[in-house]
Structures are given as structure tokens and as C-alpha cells.
């Protein structure tokens, strides 16, 4: 991400780039910062265009419109889809696109292997905006409440991750509350953290697992209603819970050769809190238990992708079969 800072910095940019990748707030982020590097307030030179299906024909058409009193026109294309099926027309088209445009793919899915994935790095840059690390994570929360003046020791910022998750547009969310709450204070304490933070999602569905492994299933149902009155999509519950499972199968498996919570932390790439909190969870199920749900899960997530199942019907299944 350091040639997107750069370029946004000297105002010298690619004819294209690609942000992808799970954390949404650093594609969100960033998608911002480019357009208002590029065009600013100007909306005579600004277009955006979202979703599968769409209509290379107009994409083309606009790309090659020059800008209106301006050096730059900016084309923001979201959700295309375009990354994990094929465009001949458009991947033709890039080499010859106007110097005066650049585009801006954000996109969920992308497949590393395609031909435009292929061209976008070698004409423009592609970032991945992958969750990030604990160590990551504090830094940047830690420089949030900085510049507020606040002060936070490491377990207490451990206690904080560990109740917002490592989601950063929530962890964002629960900073502006501690630090409204705090108002006046200057050291953050293990109980301002209780206090304001909410049981997160990830902590339902930390649950649900287990509850479905333990064929708990009025428990696991129960926890789902929670979730789908949080307004959370039935297709995100399934993949966070697919997640879990499948940092339950390699948390068992490490721990099975003896490694520790700190190593399995590293190996895995994940915050030491979380294992901490998977290894407990891990010595309840055996191998053989963990590694049928995650089969499960596979198997429930290919069903809604091919519209064999509805993704509430899909959540419902794994809960009763698991």
C-alpha cells in the first residue's frame, strides 16, 4: 500500500488499479482518498459503476470521453465481477484507454490467475487490503487514541481487539464511543473497555460453533435470531462460521503437535488473543468432529452459490446437521 500513499501523495497516477480483499474498510478508505486525489469535488469528471452484468459498451464509451476542464477523469467500478470471469473486450481495450482517464476497480472476489487481474499489475497497481494483524491493529487503534491524548496499556488493548474483533470500520465505531466516554480522562482502563464496548459478532459466532458441534441446536438457533436481528446477512453468518471452523481444524492440528499459543499465533498469522481463545475450544471436539463441520460448510456454501438452497435455509441446515 505504499505506492497507493505515494501516488496519492505526488498527485501521479496509474491508468488503473485493483483494491481487493477482505477488510472492507481499507478498500473503502482508499477508494476515497483516490477519488478525491484525482477529481476532488469535481462530478463532471467522476463516474461510478456497480455490479455484475454490466455494460462494457458504455464503460468503453465513457473511459474514452476526455475530462472537462480538468487533466483527469476518474472511473470507479465496483462489484464488477470482472476479475473472476473473462472480458476480452475491456482487456483489448486497456492498452489503448486515454492517458486522461484512470480507473479504480473495488472488487470482493478477484482470481489472481485471470487475464486482466494479469494486465491491471503490469499497466497499473493491484493492492490487497487483507485483515489485518494484531501487532498491526494496535498501532493504528493506539495511534487513533493518541492524537486524542488518551493513553492504553498493551492488555488493555488485547481486551479491547478481543471484544471488537479485528474488524477495523467496527473498531473505528467503538473508539469514537470509548474516547466520547473517556471524555476528560487520559489512561484508557480494562473496565472503560467493558463498559463501553458491545459483544461483538464474532463472539456469537465463536459460540455458535460450538453449540453446533455440541448439537446444542436450540441454543445455536438462538444465537442466529440474535444475529439476523443485528441485521447481519444469513450468507455472511454462514462464511464467519465456515471461518471459524476452519481456524478450529488448524488450531487442533498444531496443537496436536505440541506448539504453544504464542507459535500457533505466528504460524497462523492470527492475534494471540484469538488462539488463546480457540485453544480452550479446540481441546473439546476431536479432529474427526471439527473436520465434518468444515466439510459442512463447504458443501452449505457451494449449495447457495449454485441456488440449490436459500442462504437462510443454508445456516438452518448446518445448524441441525452439524
Do not use: H
Not at 477488510?23 to 486525489?37: M, P, Q, V
Not at 474488524?167 to 473496565?191: A, H
Not at 479432529?287 to 436459500?310: H, P, Y
Request: a neutral charge; proline letters at 2%; one cysteine or more.
Amino acid at each position: 500500500m505504499q505506492i497507493l500513499n505515494e501516488d496519492i501523495k505526488e498527485r501521479t497516477f496509474k491508468p488503473v488499479y485493483l483494491l481487493f480483499g477482505e477488510e472492507a474498510f481499507l478498500k473503502n478508505s482508499y477508494k476515497n482518498r483516490l477519488r478525491e486525489a484525482v477529481t476532488g469535488e469535481d462530478t463532471m469528471n467522476f463516474a461510478r459503476f456497480e455490479g455484475k452484468n454490466l455494460d462494457v459498451n458504455e464503460l468503453i464509451r465513457v473511459a474514452d470521453t476526455m475530462p472537462f476542464f480538468a487533466e483527469k477523469r476518474l472511473i470507479l467500478i465496483e462489484d464488477s465481477g470482472f476479475f473472476k470471469s473473462a472480458q476480452e473486450k475491456f482487456l483489448q481495450y486497456l492498452p489503448v484507454m486515454p492517458d486522461s482517464t484512470c480507473l479504480v476497480f473495488v472488487e470482493s472476489e478477484v482470481d489472481k490467475r485471470s487475464k486482466l487481474y494479469k494486465k491491471v499489475k503490469s499497466m497499473g497497481y493491484a493492492a490487497e487490503m487483507a485483515r489485518q494483524d494484531s501487532a498491526q491493529l494496535g498501532r493504528w487503534a493506539g495511534a487513533i487514541l493518541a492524537k486524542e491524548g488518551k493513553k492504553i496499556t498493551t492488555a488493555t488493548m488485547e481486551l479491547f481487539l478481543s471484544m471488537t474483533g479485528d474488524d477495523m470500520e467496527n473498531i473505528q465505531r467503538e473508539l469514537e464511543k470509548l474516547i466520547c466516554f473517556t471524555m476528560g480522562q487520559e489512561v484508557i482502563t480494562d473496565e472503560d473497555v467493558e463498559t463501553v464496548c458491545a459483544v461483538r459478532v464474532s463472539s456469537r459466532i465463536f459460540e455458535m460453533v460450538t453449540a453446533i458441534v455440541n448439537r446444542q441446536t436450540k441454543k445455536a438457533m438462538d444465537l442466529y435470531e440474535d444475529l439476523l436481528a443485528l441485521k447481519e446477512p444469513p450468507m455472511r453468518i454462514l462464511i464467519l462460521i465456515a471461518r471459524q471452523f476452519n481456524q478450529l481444524l488448524q488450531v487442533k492440528e498444531l496443537m496436536e503437535k505440541g506448539m504453544n499459543r504464542g507459535t500457533i499465533a505466528s504460524r497462523l498469522k492470527m492475534q494471540p488473543f484469538v488462539a488463546g481463545k480457540i485453544m480452550p475450544q479446540a481441546r473439546q471436539f476431536s479432529r474427526d468432529q471439527i473436520f465434518s463441520c468444515v466439510n459442512l460448510c463447504v458443501e452449505m456454501e457451494e449449495a447457495v452459490k449454485t441456488g440449490r438452497l436459500s442462504e437462510r435455509l443454508a445456516v438452518e441446515l448446518l445448524i441441525t446437521r452439524g
